[in-house]
Each structure stands twice: as C-alpha cells, then as structure tokens.
C-alpha cells in the first residue's frame, strides 16, 4: 500500500525537470510499469491505490497547467483515464494468477495427501495409524475443532453427514454447508464403508465460521475411502 502511494509520487517527481522534452504518453508507460509491479503482488488495494496515485500526480505534475489537479488538453485527459483504467485492468488480472496460482497450490496438496494415504494402504501400514493421520489431515483440510475415528456401527447416532458425493445432509435433509457451515451443534460424521460394510465413521466437531468447498468435501471422502481400504483389507469378508 506505500509502495503504491509513494512510488509514483517520486517517480512524476523525478520527471518534473524534463517535462518539456519527454512526452507524456512516456512518462504514463512508466507509470504503467509501476502499477504493474505493485499489482504483482496480487493485492487489489494496493493494486487500485497505485492506479489512482499515478493518475492524479502525473495530473498534478505533468499535464498543463502543472501543479494543479486540473487538465486543459484533451489528450492528456485520455492519457490520464487511459492510466487509472490500465491500472485497475493489471491489478485485476494479477489478483485472477495469483488465486489460480492458489487453486492449483491446494489441488496439488490434496492430491499428494491422497498419494500418500493410497500408499500407505499398499503397504500394509497400520490402519490405525492411518485413521489418525487422516483425523489430522481433516482438520486442517475442513478447518475442524477436533476429528476422531470411532470404528464399527456403536453408536452413530444423528450428526449430519458427509456423503460420498461431497454433499452434507442432516437426517437426510440437505444442508446448505456455503450459508451455514458444517453442521456443528450434533457433529459431523464422515463414514468410512467398503461396499456395503460400515467399517467406523469420522466423527467431526467442526468450527462454525468454516465453509469448506465442494471440492474439499470431495477430498475428505477420497481420504476416508482410504481408510475403509485398509481396514477392510485386514478384515475378513463376513467381519
């Protein structure tokens, strides 16, 4: 936000003694680049704040009549809306990267996170230490309170529920996780089943401010799926 009121400042600054001679759609190319930089970091404010400060000080510095927040040439008066426009445009295109960039960074860890359960039940791991890790990758992943794995059918009781399409119902009702989050005040349970055997549950306490994705929700079932692939694994057909 300082670089993005401050820079442009100096930089028409700067230029004020060779106003005469540079042309002003040169001076606003290099403005352009300053916006460009401080919008980079793919922070909206400060991206539109480093638009408007070069579109009023190359005003103020470098249009006639100087010093003055006013514009007598046409042609000045584009080149100054041309630059607060540009300006917002950049920002808005960097602020689109960086949360693709995001996307791709948090794809790519659900992805990995699933490679690394999918491994361990090839490798006749534990499942016990399976199920404990994947609580802990669930808490983060669903920004949960606590997660627990309870194995079997004792005591299921009525918590909502992550179903295997992503969706979340409460005693078969459909929950609108985006308004309302996770169901909170029962819990939320996330089973883990092989085919039609209940093998346990993930029982969740979730946060109430959180609102996971479809996406995530998604993840969360590949992950018990995981589960209920090691644990059916060590158990025989009519367990």
Known sequence: MLAGLLV???????????RSSVANTDAALALILVIVAVAAAGYRPAGYLAAVSAAGWFDFFLTRPYETFSITRAT???TTVLLLVIGIAVTEIAVWGHRQHATASRRSGYLAG?????????????PVSLADEVSDRLVRLLSLRSCQFQYGRAGLGQPG????DGRVTVAGSPWDVD????????GTEL???SGDRLLG??????DPGARPTREQLLVAVAFADQVAAALA??????A
């Open 8 to 18: 442009p400042l100096a930089l028409t600054a700067v230029m004020v003694p060779f």
């Open 76 to 78: 000045d008066i584009e």
């Open 114 to 126: 699933i490679h690394d359960a999918a491994r361990a039940v090839a490798a006749g791991g534990s």
């Open 161 to 164: 529920r992550i179903e295997h």
């Open 179 to 186: 308004q309302f989050g996770l169901p909170h005040n029962s």
């Open 191 to 193: 089973l883990a089943e």
């Open 201 to 206: 549950r993930f029982l969740m306490e979730p």
């Open 233 to 238: 694994a060590g158990q025989p057909a009519g």
